[in-house]
């Protein structure tokens, strides 16, 4: 066995320490790059859900594509005569693989480009795929999965689940012409970008390769980190062939470090949505909440004329308006400096907080200077 391949197996079985992810997992290789793709095609074989083929808000491509295809297969038929309620006009966008080569199969994603209601049920045609410059890459055909439903009837009735115009089909794809070059080159560097770019996390990964691969190295260090988001890392002298490159990289993927993650709190406003990271930290700080509650009433009053059935006078409605105030009884808190996200939790969950109330909370930790970590707002 060679010793390449000695190392990776030791490596394997020293891989599981608490707290600490492999490189593979928050890393990529700068090589793995991917080209966008897009194509125009057809959609078939929907249950009257497709594009509109008459009037004003009829898609007008769909019919002059339907038209297209049927004359490749030596049918004409005028376009007035056309129906496309069971077509719909799409556009597939997807990436090429990492190291996709002729015959590789991916995922492509189907978006409807007309008036259709659903893509439920339909089967996608052979469409060509092609890159930003024009490069033909491959072919995208065949059935497309769409988590939900449309339904609209003749009376004006919808049922609606998700969102049926975009769908999926799953190993669809399938590329002609590779996009890269895929053969490393040992005589330059290759680069892991870090997905959280980070001078602690960057500097770490660099000290873990050098010392985790020290019996592959020859006298100096072969990683260095070249900023916060890119480790740089040359070949060692002893790796002379493509088979040699992949089990060092393969054996440099599985070492594992305890990453450098700032203090976060996510906040989503419009779903009430708090995430708190493991790292973030309050200093002594008193909370206190109440709520204010605030009550219009409007009651009609109506004035009618004195005598019964008379025909002076007329009836009038004027309205009588009662504005009350309550206020809640307040809520007081003191969270200790030493607070973690479960103790911040677990005091919020005392005082009776809802997600907006904390999403207010935190907003305001934030200005009072006790939250020590990063607030952002999505």
């Known amino acids: 066995m060679k010793p390449i391949l000695i190392i990776l197996l030791f490596l394997l079985s020293l ?3 608490a707290g600490e992810v492999r490189l593979k997992d928050i890393t990529t290789i700068e090589s793995e790059k991917h080209e966008a793709l897009i194509g125009y095609g057809l959609v078939i074989g929907l249950s009257g ?3 509109r083929s008459s009037g004003n808000r009829g898609a007008i491509f769909t019919v002059q594509t339907v038209s297209n295809m049927l004359e490749r297969f030596g049918i004409t038929v005028p376009k007035d005569y056309l129906r496309t309620r069971n077509v719909a006009a799409v556009i597939v966008t997807s990436n090429t693989p990492s190291y996709g080569r002729a015959g590789s199969h991916f995922d492509v994603t189907v978006s409807s480009l007309g008036d259709a209601t659903s893509l439920e049920g339909g089967v996608l045609l052979m469409t060509p795929l092609r890159g930003m410059d024009g490069t033909h890459y491959g072919l995208a055909q065949g059935p497309v999965l769409v988590g939900g439903f449309n339904i609209e009837t003749d009376s004006g009735e919808k049922l609606k689940k998700n ?3 975009v769908g999926r089909v799953p190993g669809g794809g399938v590329l002609e012409t590779a996009a890269l070059n895929t053969e490393l080159q040992l005589d330059q560097p290759i680069r892991l970008l870090l997905s959280d770019p980070d001078f602690g996390t960057a500097s770490r990964i660099a000290a873990k390769i050098n010392a985790g691969l020290n019996s592959m190295i020859d006298s100096k260090n072969i990683a260095k980190p070249l900023n916060a988001g890119v ?8 790796v002379t062939n493509q088979e040699e490159a992949v089990s060092f990289i393969a054996a440099m993927e599985i070492l594992t470090i305890q990453p450098d993650v700032d203090a976060r709190v996510v906040i989503n406003e419009r779903t009430g949505t708090v995430v708190a990271g493991g790292n973030v930290r309050i200093n002594e700080v008193m909370i206190s909440h109440g709520a204010l509650t605030i009550h ?6 109506i004035s009618q004329p004195t005598a019964a059935f008379s025909n002076v006078g007329q009836t009038v409605v004027e309205y009588m308006t009662e504005t009350t105030a309550s206020e809640g009884v307040a809520n007081n808190a003191v969270i200790k400096e030493t607070t973690s996200v479960s103790d911040l939790a677990a005091a919020l969950n005392e005082l ?3 997600p907006r109330d904390v999403i207010s909370i ?3 930790l934030k200005q009072a200077g006790a ?3 990063r607030l952002i707002i999505i």
């Open 352 to 354: 009776g907080m809802k």
């Open 231 to 238: 480790v740089e890392i040359s070949f060692p002298v002893r």
């Open 163 to 165: 969102h049926a115009l």
């Open 371 to 373: 939250l020590n970590a």
């Open 362 to 364: 935190f907003q305001a």
């Open 296 to 301: 219009i009433k409007r009651t009609p009053i």
């Open 15 to 17: 891989n599981a320490i």
């Open 49 to 51: 859900t497709g594009d």
